[in-house]
């Protein structure tokens, strides 16, 4: 794959604006298919639009920015959104990462992302709604932000939208790229979109393999 085609990904990634926040790797292990970039470099450069907020994860509150990623990287500037809460992330700092070709939940809410997101509440709704779904859906919990692992409740608009979103994905399943940060300092896990026409025909493919397992698999 040549650095043009590398070009037209967009990432969607989950981050904290703190120092720390944790990868989930049983989301990254019940969605993965095949290893689609062994090897690529990327650096967060800004958290915007969206808004600071305080969540409870695993019981403790965490003052942090939920809101769109904006990356420079091997694949050039993209924008982003969250999917994890468990690795230390910084700006300015080259990180290493894997591109694995995937197939979940956080698909779904992948392809709202261009038509949701337009001002800083919405950019904070949709990342709310990718850590419930990340942090929560992928323990089998329901979509419920005043409990289990992930919470949020300060804003009655935002906390609206973020279910707004949880309740169009729900039950409904899509290709995606998810991003494994590697190296000996783990960071946060990330996860792209298949966004123009080379990585729509991905998807299409990815979808209909993942749909053939999956039938198998209750057969």
């Keep these: 794959m040549n650095y043009m085609n590398r070009n037209i ?36 450069t800004s958290v ?8 409870k994860f695993n019981g403790s509150d965490r003052d942090t920015r939920a809101g769109i990623f904006n990356i420079n990287s091997t694949w050039g500037a993209r924008n ?15 990180y290493t990462y894997q591109a694995w070709k995937a197939y979940g939940r956080v698909g779904a809410l992948v392809a709202l992302y261009d038509s949701f997101v337009v001002d800083n509440d919405s950019a904070a709704a949709y990342q709310i709604a990718m850590w419930e779904i990340a942090q929560d859906h992928v323990l089998g919990n329901s979509d419920n932000l005043s409990a289990d692992v992930f919470r949020y409740t300060p804003s009655n608009s935002i906390r609206a939208m973020a279910n707004n979103l949880l309740a169009q994905t729900a039950g409904k399943e899509a290709p995606y790229i998810y991003l494994r940060s590697v190296g000996n300092t783990r960071t946060q ?7 123009p026409a080379s990585m729509l025909a991905l998807g299409t493919g990815l979808a209909s393999l993942l749909g053939l397992r999956r039938r198998n698999r209750k057969a």
């Design 9 to 44: 990904l967009t990432i969607a990634a989950a981050v904290a604006m703190m120092s720390v926040s944790f990868a989930n790797d049983d989301l990254f292990n019940a969605d993965k298919v095949s290893l689609y970039e062994p090897h690529f470099s990327l650096t967060l």
């Design 189 to 195: 896990d990330l996860a792209i979109v298949p966004e």
């Design 48 to 55: 915007d639009p969206g808004r600071n907020v305080t969540v």
């Design 80 to 94: 982003a959104v969250c999917i994890d809460f468990a690795h230390s992330i910084s700006y300015n700092t080259n």
